[in-house]
């Protein structure tokens, strides 16, 4: 089997990243040596996926404390508080993000700004990765019970190993899937505006030896039909108690279509994306994304000054439309049933 | 009410037409002022829509005898035959256009290369395109007696002004329910991969003062269900005679879509459209476009080189999940119903 691409790794002291926003022009690594470095690669989506954010971002306050060191003593705990908190506004909407910088800060406060403080901190980020990428490689297990025989998938965006710090969600049910030899081939959906499928998608599934084909995102009703389909497995970005699931826009349409089908569809995230404290997930919580991203999403300018523009971030997928959800405890039946 | 654009005129012995390879950035217009430079506006889709191409080609018959009458009487016949065939040739796979030529040929065989030939050639043309337009007017006509008080649309692709002689098929239902009063707001998706949608429908219902906001194919879904859209209405490259219809990729996908959430799905097109030959259309028909247009659309590459691309151009779309057919001759149920 080939390669699995390593989005996060701490080498030598300094944080090494795939530079995303090169991708699939190029594979270059970023050595991000201090905390700014990583916030700069976080606001400019060189890093993106959530659990990958929140990981970078607990490395992050490793180096802001390593930066430290070279301080006057009395200096450095006002220079970490400043770090952590910068760090953690980086991107405010990042759920993972703040979650890894509290377990650091948990750590940081009231101890001295030393040597012995910088090497915990080391552990406790390798800690936080290492439990996505357990998670990520239990989420495999679990789904790829699921994946039939010489099986093809339809999926959209980026639930892969660019998004978390192991093998993924979504993406990993298909890279356990296909170790197994049961995985024939996936359908990539381009997932516009930002193209998430054909860059990053495309991309790692192409690394791993997987048989990867890309489509515009209307091709999927006429590929379902056509009966090349076995199943749908999308990521998750928040799930509610009730199973309601918001994701990436364009998931609700492969739900319904699925539907339509009579094709499985799955979600794969880890247990941690229910959000027990909602029943149900209100609409408003989606942001729209800026009009740009589909008037002139590549450079150049493809419909008329000043249109509106309706470019809704997520959507929400009801759970009667998802056969099962797939996490790291196992899998579940979702409200259309398995 | 704002002027809908005259995609085609005859003006002072020339062709004008609108340069669609310029839209949405500028409107301009092209002079073609000989019948190679109709071929090449064909070639590089300055001109584009199967009824707009078969009144260009038209003219441009026309356009040749003019140019014939410089030569010694003894050329003039060779060179005109040689030209029909150019421009017959100029897109072979557009029906209206080797249908145009043909009534042209007719014209031509037999007689002298004069002045009279070139009147008649002209009216010829001239009869084309306004055949072209009244069957579009009526379209329209008979398409708004299904538009509801207060009605919001959504559309695909360009199956407007641009594409015809007239108001446009789909687009044309569209403008007379604005005049009428009866319609709110249009929703178009960009059509991937050539945003026919963005570059050309948006452009072309915002001159003509009609409020239109602009969409990624995959928010047609999550705008369904927020109840925002009252009826889907698409154009059609052909129809078989038990009503199964084939468009722009991305139709059946919102055909599909309506069905599950209750919403009329109309197909308008002139009656010629259907097929009468064909019991039902074969999947086979569908051509394939280029996979550059997915990877690097816009002149930026955004998918690993060499990915496996599929990129069906049309889809069909089962009379099942049609409501009804406008035609110039009136409206008649689908499979779904009215």
């Known amino acids: 089997m080939n390669t699995i691409a390593k989005t996060i790794e701490w080498v030598d002291g300094s944080l090494r990243i795939v530079d995303q926003v090169r991708l699939p022009l190029e594979l270059l690594y970023l050595e991000l040596k201090d905390y700014r470095a ?3 690669a976080i606001k400019t989506l060189a890093v993106r996926g959530a659990p990958a954010i929140g990981i970078a971002g607990a490395y992050a306050v ?6 430290a060191l070279l301080l006057s003593v009395d200096e450095r705990e006002d220079f970490v508080r400043r770090a952590l908190e910068e760090i953690e506004g980086a991107r405010p909407t990042a759920v993972n993000l703040s979650y890894a910088v509290q377990i650091q ?9 030393d040597d012995v403080l910088f090497a915990r901190l080391v552990d406790s980020a390798g800690e936080v990765h290492e439990r996505d990428k357990m998670m990520c490689q239990a989420i495999g297990v679990n789904g790829a019970e699921l994946v039939g025989q010489g099986a093809t998938a339809l999926t959209i965006c980026n639930a892969g190993a660019l998004a978390t710090g192991g093998i993924g969600t979504a993406l990993g049910v298909l890279y356990v899937a296909h170790e197994q030899g049961k995985l024939k081939r996936v359908f990539s959906c ?20 997987i ?16 009966g090349q389909v076995d199943f749908v497995i999308v990521g998750a970005d928040r799930i509610a108690s009730n199973g309601d699931t918001a994701n990436k826009i364009g998931t609700y349409n492969l739900a319904v279509l699925a539907e339509a089908h009579g094709i499985p569809f799955y979600v794969a995230a880890p247990e941690t994306t229910f959000d027990r ?5 209100p609409e408003k919580i989606i942001e729209e994304r800026s009009p740009e991203e ?3 999403g590549f450079g150049k300018r493809t419909a008329p000054e000043g249109v509106r523009v309706y470019s809704p971030a997520f959507d929400i997928t009801p759970s009667e439309l998802i056969s099962a959800f797939v996490t790291d405890l196992g899998v579940t039946a979702g409200g259309r049933g398995l």
């Not at 490793?62 to 930066?67: D, G, H, I, Q, T």
């Not at 800060?105 to 700004?113: A, K, L, Q, S, Y």
């Open 211 to 226: 048989d990867v084909t890309l489509i515009v995102d209307s091709v999927a009703g006429t590929l379902m039909k056509s």
């Open 105 to 113: 800060r948990v750590i940081v406060e009231g101890v001295d700004v």
């Open 38 to 40: 990583v916030i700069e």
């Open 190 to 209: 381009e997932t516009r505006p930002l193209l998430q499928g054909s860059r990053l998608t495309c991309w790692e599934l192409g690394q791993a030896g």
């Open 277 to 281: 404290t909602l029943e149900r997930l």
């Open 294 to 296: 589909v008037t002139c």
């Open 62 to 67: 490793a180096l802001a404390v390593k930066e």
